[in-house]
């Protein structure tokens, strides 16, 4: 047989075999046999949010970590308007792994009675509680912070009977054995299902499911460290949190760099939420942060981004200097403010305010963000036939959006610096579109109104002024799911 005969042959051939693939796979297809690829996995056809009712209600103002469990702790922590606190177990994980003298470790820490004790002191005071579940997510390969696995059998020991071990070798076995114990807590409002991930592994797949099958009303938290929206839509998990550190990780970088790094990230976050309907929660960095225009900007900014919470991350050596006498906790609240970092001060300022605001910014995503300059592509800035026409310079506007409710605008000073008490207040004027005909200042004791489309304010560096915008027929354009 000639050659060409034979590639003739086996043309043909080739043709067959393909067409026959391609026929097969057609059926397949559409009888449903074949597993979808990751691509094809739609996350539009999953709500995040189907089969969730969360009990807590109230916008989120959280601290990593929370306070420890004595009276003090929890009054100066609530007085800083946090209002969600992480119980027991993480931190629990951390003292015995740091502490060097470990005549210091509390013996009992860890224990189910002693994380009862501790939701039973945040009930009393009306501060809700998140179990935290993954320091015992990692049986064979340790935590970050203690890979050798050192103090964890006795750990492991002060979590219940032996036949409780198992419990921490997963996070959905740990939720099951938690709940059983602490299902009907009062102060329990969710769980912290895993720290530092991205694409969400089996276990918190499965504890996410669990919860949402079972326990419903409570939340599913899963702070990422690697943005992954996609996965967490596909789990049906609704809470994005992904720590954005640049006052950590950039902290060499001016002010204005970290502030400008900040709201690159927040953008990204709020692209992901809205295209995958979760809710924003932005965890933003207080350790080593000395400025006060910085903690009060990383604030204002989430909340000019569409966020529905707030985390923030400050560590033991952010807003609590703690001696080693204290290391169990504060017992009276006056020594424990002797000894807290100036930046306290400013975040509980920020927080009782973002405490006010809340029940007005739930349910709204950022609809349009303005800013006077240093813009992307899916930002404005002000001018003519816009919403905000004129305003002054390094000024961040959001506008707020609700179905059926006047629009806000939350302004914010993008002035910031590395030292602290370095700027100065100043005045700051913006002009809206002549739709609007009233601009309500809105704080919790006053409400300061111009019956016009222009309003003056006066803002610290970093600061933040919510307004509500009243008109007959104010236009806006929204992000194309939101419609």
Same mark, same amino acid.
Request: hydrophobic letters at 40%.
């Given at each position: 047989?000639s050659?060409? #005969?034979?590639?003739l042959?086996f043309s !043909?051939?080739?043709? =067959?075999?393909?067409?026959?693939t391609?026929?097969l796979?057609?059926?397949?297809?559409?009888?449903g046999?074949v597993?979808?690829?990751s691509?094809q996995?739609?996350?539009?056809l999953?709500n995040?949010? %189907?089969?969730?009712?969360?009990k807590?209600?109230?916008?989120?103002?959280?601290?990593?970590?929370g306070?420890?469990?004595?009276?003090a702790e #929890?009054l100066?922590y609530?007085?800083?308007?946090?209002?969600?606190?992480m119980? &027991?177990?993480?931190?629990?994980g951390d003292d015995?792994?740091f502490?060097?003298?470990k005549?210091t470790f509390n013996?009992?820490?860890g224990?189910?009675?002693?994380?009862? &004790?501790?939701l039973?002191?945040?009930?009393?005071?009306?501060?809700?509680a998140?179990?935290? #579940?993954?320091?015992?997510?990692?049986?064979?390969? /340790?935590?970050?912070w203690?890979p050798?696995?050192e103090?964890?059998?006795?750990?492991?020991d002060r979590?219940?009977?032996?036949a409780?071990l198992s419990?921490?070798?997963?996070?959905?076995?740990?939720i099951?054995w938690l709940?059983?114990?602490?299902?009907?807590?009062?102060a329990l409002?969710g769980?912290?299902? &895993?720290?530092?991930?991205g694409?969400l592994?089996?276990?918190i +797949?499965?504890a996410t499911h669990?919860?949402r099958e079972?326990?419903?009303?409570?939340l599913p938290?899963v702070? %990422?460290?690697?943005?992954?929206?996609?996965?967490?839509?596909?789990?049906?998990?609704?809470i994005?949190?992904?720590?954005?550190y640049?006052?950590?990780?950039?902290?060499?970088?001016? !002010?204005?760099?970290?502030?400008r790094?900040y709201c690159?990230?927040?953008?990204q976050?709020r692209?992901?939420?809205?295209?995958?309907?979760?809710i924003?929660?932005?965890?933003?960095n207080s350790?080593?942060v000395n400025?006060?225009?910085l903690?009060?900007?990383q604030?204002?900014?989430s909340?000019?981004y569409?966020?529905q919470?707030?985390?923030?991350?400050h560590?033991?050596?952010g807003?609590v200097?703690?001696?080693r006498?204290?290391?169990?906790?504060?017992?009276? +609240?006056?020594?424990?403010?002797?000894?807290?970092?100036?930046?306290?001060?400013?975040?509980?300022? !920020?927080n009782?305010?973002v405490?006010?605001?809340?029940?007005?910014? =739930? &349910?709204?995503i950022a609809?349009?963000?303005?800013?006077s300059?240093?813009?992307?592509?899916?930002?404005?800035?002000?001018?003519k036939?816009?919403? +905000?026409?004129?305003?002054?310079?390094n000024l961040?506007?959001?506008?707020?959006?609700?179905?059926?409710?006047?629009?806000?605008?939350?302004?914010v000073d993008?002035?910031?610096?590395?030292?602290?008490?370095?700027?100065p207040?100043?005045?700051?004027?913006?002009q809206?579109?002549?739709? #609007?005909i009233?601009i309500d200042?809105?704080?919790?004791?006053?409400?300061?109104?111009?019956f016009?489309?222009?309003i003056?304010l006066?803002?610290?560096? /970093?600061?933040g002024?919510? =307004?509500?915008?009243?008109?007959?027929s104010i236009?806006?354009?929204?992000?194309?799911?939101?419609?």
């Amino acid at each position: 047989m000639s050659n060409k #005969v034979q590639i003739l042959l086996f043309s !043909a051939l080739l043709i =067959l075999i393909v067409g026959c693939t391609k026929n097969l796979t057609k059926d397949r297809l559409k009888s449903g046999d074949v597993p979808e690829s990751s691509e094809q996995k739609s996350t539009e056809l999953i709500n995040p949010r %189907q089969g969730w009712d969360f009990k807590f209600k109230d916008f989120v103002i959280g601290a990593w970590w929370g306070p420890r469990a004595t009276d003090a702790e #929890v009054l100066v922590y609530k007085e800083a308007g946090f209002n969600l606190a992480m119980a &027991g177990r993480y931190m629990w994980g951390d003292d015995a792994a740091f502490a060097k003298d470990k005549s210091t470790f509390n013996p009992q820490a860890g224990t189910i009675e002693s994380l009862k &004790g501790h939701l039973d002191l945040l009930e009393k005071h009306e501060v809700a509680a998140l179990i935290d #579940v993954y320091y015992l997510n990692y049986p064979t390969t /340790g935590q970050w912070w203690n890979p050798a696995h050192e103090d964890e059998p006795s750990l492991y020991d002060r979590y219940g009977s032996e036949a409780n071990l198992s419990a921490g070798k997963s996070t959905d076995t740990s939720i099951k054995w938690l709940q059983e114990i602490f299902g009907d807590h009062p102060a329990l409002a969710g769980y912290l299902l &895993g720290d530092d991930k991205g694409e969400l592994p089996a276990d918190i +797949v499965a504890a996410t499911h669990f919860l949402r099958e079972t326990a419903p009303h409570l939340l599913p938290w899963v702070c %990422q460290n690697v943005m992954n929206a996609q996965s967490l839509a596909q789990a049906g998990n609704p809470i994005m949190d992904p720590q954005m550190y640049p006052t950590l990780y950039q902290k060499n970088q001016p !002010a204005t760099e970290q502030a400008r790094l900040y709201c690159e990230q927040l953008q990204q976050l709020r692209q992901d939420c809205l295209k995958y309907d979760l809710i924003m929660w932005p965890m933003f960095n207080s350790c080593g942060v000395n400025s006060d225009s910085l903690t009060r900007f990383q604030i204002y900014s989430s909340l000019a981004y569409g966020a529905q919470g707030i985390w923030n991350f400050h560590y033991e050596g952010g807003f609590v200097k703690r001696p080693r006498e204290f290391f169990n906790g504060f017992t009276t +609240v006056e020594e424990m403010k002797e000894h807290l970092s100036p930046t306290w001060h400013d975040a509980k300022s !920020a927080n009782q305010r973002v405490t006010n605001w809340g029940p007005k910014l =739930l &349910g709204r995503i950022a609809a349009v963000i303005y800013q006077s300059e240093g813009t992307n592509a899916t930002e404005r800035t002000p001018a003519k036939g816009q919403l +905000v026409e004129k305003m002054n310079d390094n000024l961040l506007v959001g506008i707020l959006y609700k179905p059926d409710e006047p629009l806000l605008a939350m302004v914010v000073d993008k002035r910031v610096s590395i030292e602290r008490n370095a700027l100065p207040p100043r005045e700051v004027k913006l002009q809206f579109a002549d739709t #609007v005909i009233q601009i309500d200042v809105l704080e919790s004791d006053s409400v300061k109104t111009s019956f016009r489309n222009v309003i003056e304010l006066t803002l610290p560096a /970093g600061g933040g002024q919510l =307004l509500k915008l009243h008109g007959n027929s104010i236009n806006i354009k929204l992000p194309s799911k939101q419609k």
